[in-house]
């Protein structure tokens, strides 16, 4: 089965929707209007129930099938923006200064309304569908927010599925894998104490350069002498200072941060636990002094084999099994997503979007092509579980 025809019949208000989160974006716990906007269609739609403020600006709709089951399963979409002045001309261009839609999650939430809207006109499946409508994907943690504030409790799903666009990947092509597809991620800063002192005298100073410089190489040797050979990892440095703000004085501080990225927790917590002992050790050893602190801010992202099937399946039915693939290959990127699949097994998957500017690029837009295309793939996964 190709796209759902009533779905892209009713593509120019999907669109319309769309446009109206890209205008006004809302950075994590800060999406007022989306959930607002979510709340007000979810309740149009005839909704049998819908719930605001969990996990502080998260919406679930609970939508009961027109035959009776026990059966329940999740659809998600986040609805987060990013800290990125947009630089596009378009009539449906950020109305927030400083605030975008750069990573298309105005583009997923419109697309689980649309999959909301065509399964509240017909109702043709058994059971409940859970529509979860998360905040603060971006690295704040909104996915174990929900999740604490009693979400999989409260309903309780039997699978949850969500789905990402992908730039530069072939348009609608459907991507997953069994198992890990996305890396756990700890974001760390470095704070080092020394002795400044002026610059014509560093005999009578301790650098912290010196020490800053020597933990970025010796931090190195992590991923290459520590890691088993059979297992990935990635350390990046992605802020280093000492600054004085003068030519001939020496700080008594430096500064680093970064990140840790890997897809066995195993292999997390030995990196964490490497790059503090170099940290300290090198710190003691030219005479200052180091701590580190780790926001442990993602999980591996594991699918479910079984869901992923389901999913295979659902997709085939969109876009046909000759554009779907079930074995790509992981990423090091992370996703908050994660924290769910850690409660209710489920499937990830990626929509390539064609050619287009990368995620988080200031002149990023969502291609609308792919709203009938996801919201028919959450479609057919009802249709699959439920039915």
């Known amino acids: ?37 979510v709340e007000q269609k979810l309740r149009e739609f005839g909704f049998d129930a819908v719930h605001t403020q969990i996990g502080k600006t998260g919406i679930v709709g609970v939508l009961k099938g027109n035959r009776a089951s026990d059966h329940i399963i999740g659809l998600r979409a986040d ?25 298309g999650h105005d583009g997923h939430t419109a697309s689980l309304l649309a999959a909301a809207w065509h399964l509240a006109q017909t109702r043709d499946f058994s059971g409940t569908v859970i529509f ?67 610059a014509a005298y560093p005999h009578l100073a301790t650098d912290p350069g010196l020490i800053m410089s020597h933990i970025y190489l010796s931090a190195q040797s992590i991923v290459a002498q520590n890691l088993p050979a059979a297992d990935s990892g990635v350390l990046t440095f992605t802020d280093s200072r000492a600054v004085s703000n003068s030519y001939n004085v020496i700080p008594d501080s430096a500064q680093m941060k970064g990140c840790l990225r890997f897809f066995n927790q195993e292999i997390g917590r030995l990196m964490q636990q490497r790059l ?70 489920g499937c990830y998957v990626a929509i390539g979007a064609g050619e287009s500017q990368n995620l988080h690029h200031h002149q990023y837009d969502f ?3 792919l709203i009938p295309i996801a919201a028919s793939f959450f479609c057919e996964l009802v249709q699959v579980e439920l039915n």
């Not at 025809?5 to 809302?26: D, K, M, S, T, V």
């Not at 690295?139 to 730039?167: K, T, V, W």
């Open 367 to 369: 291609d609308d092509d």
């Open 1 to 37: 089965m190709p796209v759902i025809h009533e779905i892209e019949q009713n593509q120019p208000a999907f669109l319309q929707w769309r446009h109206a989160l890209h205008q006004h974006p809302g950075l994590g716990f800060e999406e007022e209007f989306a959930a607002r906007f």
């Open 79 to 103: 609805m987060d923006a990013l800290p990125i002045q947009e630089e596009n001309d378009f009539a449906h261009r950020s109305t927030v200064a400083g605030k975008m839609h750069a990573c």
């Open 276 to 345: 503090e002992q170099i940290c300290q050790q090198t710190a003691q050893m030219y005479g200052g002094s180091a701590t580190i602190t780790f926001q442990e801010t993602f999980i591996p992202l594991l699918n479910d084999p079984h869901a992923t099937e389901i999913a295979a399946q659902a997709a085939a039915r969109v876009v046909s099994k000759t554009n779907v693939t079930t074995d790509v290959d992981p990423v090091m990127g992370s996703e908050d997503f994660a924290f769910m699949l850690e409660e209710v097994p």
């Open 132 to 198: 979860i409508f998360q905040p603060a994907e971006e690295g704040l943690g909104g996915g174990l927010s929900m999740i604490q504030d009693g979400l999989f409790e409260r309903f309780p799903c039997r699978r949850i599925y969500a789905y990402h666009n992908m730039p530069n990947v072939a348009k609608g092509h459907i991507l997953m894998r069994k198992g890990a597809l996305m890396a756990g991620s700890f974001f760390f800063d470095i704070q080092i104490q020394s002795q400044g002192g002026h």
